[in-house]
């Protein structure tokens, strides 16, 4: 069973920029397709960026798109969120995912079974 351990949230103005890192361990992590997901309170989860094994395959919500880049780096057992530009809406708690491929809809937060306990992102106005 992998284990996944988020880092890097806090408290940042508007149009500033954080980095978040998810370590993994317990598991072969090139076997996983990993992913990031976020929850506003008195909201549902929200996909933000889903990352395949090799990095050959990256897809990303709307509300995030070409502001947040997800990377990988299998020999360090981690993947990485970087946050560009952010917005007040983008204040949440961001979770990171793990599940074996194949999986079916890598945007769905149904596929993944193992998830951080997450960190917390505040972007003030």
């Known amino acids: 069973q992998v284990q996944l351990v988020e880092s890097g949230g806090g408290l940042v103005q508007a149009g500033g920029s954080l980095r978040l890192s998810c370590a993994a361990s317990g598991g072969t992590f090139s076997n996983y397709q990993m992913a990031w997901f976020r929850q506003a309170p008195g909201k549902e989860r929200e996909f933000v960026a889903t990352?395949?094994?090799?990095?050959?395959?990256?897809f990303y919500g709307d509300s995030v798109k070409g502001r947040f880049t997800i990377s990988r780096n299998n020999a360090k057992n981690t993947v990485y969120l970087q946050m560009n530009s952010l917005k007040p809406e983008d204040t949440a708690v961001y979770c990171c995912a793990a599940e074996r491929l194949p999986i079916n809809n890598v945007k769905r937060d149904s596929s993944y079974d193992h998830w951080g306990q997450g960190t917390q992102v505040t972007v003030s106005s």
């Open positions: 990352i395949s094994s090799t990095s050959a395959y990256i």
